[in-house]
């Protein structure tokens, strides 16, 4: 603490004793303010002078006539602009206004077309054109401009509406209180109407019964048109009715005849118990015929194997008498043979077992490889030459692998139960392996040869596979002695006893083999004529197959069904037909006598029809749709208009009506053209633009202020005679003479803004004290950029600035940025800044205040934070920073 306090008494003195320095420490402390007043004083009240800013103005309307009254719309607009100073209105020509706009003399031009008025008036004519006024802004000679012309050229369209409004409404309502003098002398009729129209509501129920008599008619005329649809059809009908009545007439001449077939019925009905018991049995016939042929086929397929085995029998009868007499020399060579050669399956297995030694070492040496593949730097041709050796070697090992998984399988099939099954499961799992690894050898060898390294999958799939390898290969050598080896002493032992078994059958199959063949002869001649017979009978089978099943289905589909007819037809015989007989005559009689006046009858009705019919139809479709479309609006509209009848006679508001209808035009239409009216308040009142902007402009100063102290001013002390300062005493004891300058420089600023410029303040204690708070953080954090970062800083704190600017929501709401600085926007410290400040000159609320004072400290201690973390650690890169600067000749 006493360093901290002697380096900054010694900064004291020292600006003390020399004019110089002390006259530059009140500069810095006044330059700040002269940025700031400049600023404000010019953008005091910028909206005084947009009488400045002009506006051409052309009118080209003609003017136009309704019901012979003449008025011109723009002449009434160009005189109205006349009287207004608020923006510069220059009236000029068209050529004159599109000149000086291009030339920038105006900055907006405004032309009413020659049709201006005639299209206003055209709403009152009915063929309505929307009217338009013509406004040009010229956007380059100022950015803000377009916004106040564009305002001026909006109050133009909104006088032109009102205007508008008005005299169209007074026109309205001075024809609606003739209307209502009309109405007045027409009010006993009315009553009249209202009651006719009471009355017929009374009525509605009589007249929608007859509205659905004429529905119920309309949904049955389908059924009374096809009745006489029928008539109709019926009269076309009249040559086949008479070609009926002479059927008739020939069937009354012919009955005689029928009677006699009817007899015959009779007879045959005694006789169906015989037919019926013959149809069975052909249909049983019928039903086991597939077990016939099924019989046939059979004895015929096994008399063509027996005659084929007995044929092969006798074929291969020679060559077995050949193999019997060279197969006993044969089985007892090999017998001495496997004797032997017992010497050579003794050493089978010890090969067997250092083949699977060789390839663990095999599978040893990939692992190991697989070691050096992980290494990032390899010298890809030593390793691709062992990578081609490895794959050879696998390749070896495969092939021996798999002549060993071949002769265990070859002596596995003598052993009882496969003992060597499991092993050779294992031998063949191990074998998968193996192409395992030959694979991603191959893939790995590949990528280094394209100069790639090797996929770490690759490399680590290789490295497990020939970890799984060796765990296999020492499984199988742990059971090999005492497992696989008796195994395979036994499977050879087996394969000694069946060579001297084979031996003995030989010799005795030889002395039996000319009995065998006099069988097999006899056997075949006997199969020979049996097969000729049965393919005989085979050749008939279709024929009588076929005649027996159409006979059969015959009986089968329409026995039922004659046996059926002829047992009604029987009764019918003896009971109706002679009914049937007196019904022929008396339709005989009817044909010869009363037929002929019967058609002349139906032509006459079908005549009616056919003319009359459709006139009545289409009666009843229209009274029908009335009843349907037009009926239930209409009684809606009688119910309404009498319910609407009654209201008005219960309120008398006919009355009101007429006395609405005869009110005061003028104020009527005065409402109609404004109808709203806005009543402003003013929350934290500021009076001018200046005092409005004076939160940003003051806290932008301090920022300016602060960057000014860090490029004039050193932050690192001389080392004093006797003293070591450590880097947090350094730090904050040449921070104290910053924060001096900046209260300083804050007081300033702030006095000025109130004493010379007359910026409004509501609180102007707190506005000096806010600034002060705000330049000490600004100093702190500035400083703390340059101390740690040395001429980094600068930039950092420049950089700082830039951001603060778009980000602080100093001009702009924040909310009208880009995303970029509304994310920025809480992060940055002028944000609470200005905040603070204009709480000071609008009025305090003390939540906003204390939560802006709290983001401020929290800046000034991430500064103490960074500052005593990073001082120490960067002062040596920040000193030789700072002497390769100072070489250039051009940074200090």
Known sequence: MKNILHIFKTDLVNIGKNPTGLLLMIALAFLPSI?????????????????????AVTSQDEGTEIKGKSFNIGDEVVESLRKNTNLGWTFVSAEEARRGLEHGDYYASLLIPADFSRNIASVIEGNIQKPEIEYTVNEKLNAVAPKITEKGASSVSSQISQNFIKTVSETVLARMKEEGLQIERQLPTLRKMEARILELESRLPEIEEIGDKALDLEAKWPDIRKQTDKILTLETMIPEINKAGDTILKIEERWP??????????????????IQQTAERVKELDKNYDAIEKALDKAIADAKAAHDIVGTALETLPKLETIAATGGAFADD??????????????????????????????????????????????????????????????????????????????NNHLPNGGLSSKIDQLNKINTNLKGQISTINKISQAIRQGQQPAETLVNNLNTLSKDAMLMLANFLNTFDNEITPAVNKALDQLLTISEQSSDVLQKLQAKFPDIKQILLDAQSGIDYAQSGLDKVQKGLPEARARLHAAAQTIDTKMKAFTDALNKAAPFVKNDLPKVESKVHEAATFVRND???????????????????????????????????EMPEFEQAVHKTADRIRELSKGESLDMLLKLLKTDIEKESDFLASPVSINEHRLYPIPNYGSAMSPFYTTLSLWVGAMLLISMLRVEPEAAEGRTYK???????????????????????????????????????????????????????????????????????????????????????????????????PFMPFTYAVGLMREAVGGINWGIVWKDVMYLFIFIGICYVVALALKKPLSSYTKRVAEKAERTKLIS
């Open 727 to 825: 880097s947090y005493e350094i730090y904050f004891g040449r921070l104290c003479i910053f924060l001096v300058i900046g209260i300083f420089q804050a007081i300033i600023v702030t006095s000025g803004d109130l004493l010379l410029l007359g910026t409004y303040v509501a609180n102007k204690v707190w506005f000096i004290v806010f600034a002060i708070l705000i330049g000490s953080v600004f100093i702190t954090i500035t400083y703390t950029l340059v101390s740690v970062f040395g001429n980094i800083g600068k930039g950092l704190a420049i950089i700082f600035l830039v951001l603060q600017f778009s980000s602080s929501g100093g001009t702009f709401p924040i909310t009208m940025t880009s995303t970029f600085f509304q994310t920025l926007n």
């Open 257 to 274: 005849l029928v009677m006699e077939a009817a007899q015959e019925v009779l007879v045959i009905q005694k006789k169906m118990p015989e």
């Open 334 to 411: 090999m017998q001495q043979y496997l004797h032997n050669t017992g010497a050579a399956f003794d050493s089978l297995i010890p090969v067997m077992k250092q083949n699977v030694i060789l390839i663990m070492q095999t599978a040893d040496a990939v692992q190991q490889i697989t070691s050096l593949l992980k290494n990032a730097d390899i010298d890809p041709e030593p390793v691709l030459k062992a990578m081609d050796v490895l794959a050879n070697r696998l390749s070896k090992a495969q092939q021996a692998l798999e002549r060993m998984i071949g002769l265990l399988t070859t002596l």
């Open 35 to 55: 940025y700031a007043w400049i600023n404000l004083e010019a953008m005091w009240d910028p909206y005084k002078n947009t009488s400045g800013i002009k506006i």
């Open 595 to 629: 037929l002929p006046t019967a058609e002349q009858q139906l032509h006459k009705v079908a005549d009616l029809y056919k003319t009359k019919l459709p006139e009545v139809e289409k009666a009843i479709h229209d009274v029908a749709s009335l009843v349907r479309n």
